[in-house]
């Protein structure tokens, strides 16, 4: 018989985790702390905004495979293979992570397990982290209930496509047992050719930090060009485009803008820095300061750029706002670059209205204090400075004509280098963007 998985913490890589892995075949129990959140997901209505999720959501439901509980009594008695992957924020102001998600999941869970079972960490966690939970799984739970580590990889706006067929697996594990039962619930993308690295703890939880690094630094190294380019008046996004014809370098990653943001990236270096600190590394890895100072220069740079097209002052200005969420989609607001060039206008005194086609409700229940639309029309109404901030296609394909006859002034400053210049200039209005030269 198929094994009995459990998914505990439903955000949005658990939730993913679960409507794939009942889309794969198995039986599968969501569980969180959160009861509101498992009143919908039972209700087949998904808490958040990722494409093609809720129809695999409502088809887990509906096949009777897929099912959620706040019970961790249930979930114990219920699973073979237990999945977590609840949240591991930033914790201090030294960037180090929160892990009391982990640790209360895994000390709710560890003693009502009474049979033999895996538990597979999911979650993003400092090297070491794996084998704390080992020993504290091992202390509360006994022998027969074993811990893997499976990093996660899946990007918001992608996250089914991903789950479905990885780029690879990576599996920290300590036994050939756990190897094996990991083979088994990922048979289907195996077969598919998805590569499958086998790997200690520590390293399995490195993987992940190091992709999320390295793509940080490549984010970071184009946009320090485009500040470069700046001072020389030369194109960024040319540059960007010649480098690309390299194959050493490659054109992914590489598009110059407003930089990272949202649940991973930003907190995800800042934890292994402090991680590598810890460690006794933490030179190794000291660039990652530079990289993240250089990505939050950029947000400020764009509240410049702003000011400089409202003609020198902010103050009383009317700013329309495209995009909330920190990439397209996805209604994800956390550590947000375009929310926090929003909130920074604000705080300089322009009145900003903002939409977003997903995270307009996310971001009035964070910040009230700006004003939204329902439409892009209705952010640009009367604008000084319209700002690009989020590179949804309802922003890149609309149309400058029709946008220029809501504005007060034919302003633009893109922020992700997404918009076609000469179709803005032609029709009217002055097009400014990150390390680009005013024309
Ligand atoms: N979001 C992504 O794109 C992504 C991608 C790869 C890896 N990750 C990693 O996956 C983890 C989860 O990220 P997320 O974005 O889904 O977070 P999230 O905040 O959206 O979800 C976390 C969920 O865990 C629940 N929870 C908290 N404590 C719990 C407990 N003790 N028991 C059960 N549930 C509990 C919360 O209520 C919440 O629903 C993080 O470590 C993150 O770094 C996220």
Redesign the pocket.
Known sequence: MARRLTV???????TTHAACMAELGFEVLG????AD?IAALSAGRLPFYEPDLEPLLQRGLASGRLRFTTSFQEAADFGDVHFC????PQGSESGGADLS?LH??ID?LAPLLTRPCLVVG???TPAGTAAQLAERLAGLAGPEVELAWNP?????GH?VADTLRPERIVAGVRSAAAEAILREVYAEPLAAGVPFVVTDFATAELVKVAANAFLATKISFINAMAEVCEAAGADVTSLAQALAYDHRIGGAGMRPGLGFGG??LPK?IRAFRTRAQELGAGEAVSFLASVDTINTRRRTRMVELARELAGGTLAGRTVGVLGLAFKPDSDDIRDSPALDVAMALHRDGARVVAYDPAAVERAREAHPELEYAGSVLGAAADADVLLVLTEWPEFTQADPELIGKAVAQRNVADGRGALDPAAWRAAGWTYRALGRPAV
């Open positions: 505990l913490g439903t955000g949005y890589l658990g569980v969180d702390v959160d959140r992957c609840v949240g591991t998600q209360g999941c709710a999911k979650s993003t996660e990889f899946l990007r918001e996250a649940g991973c995800d």
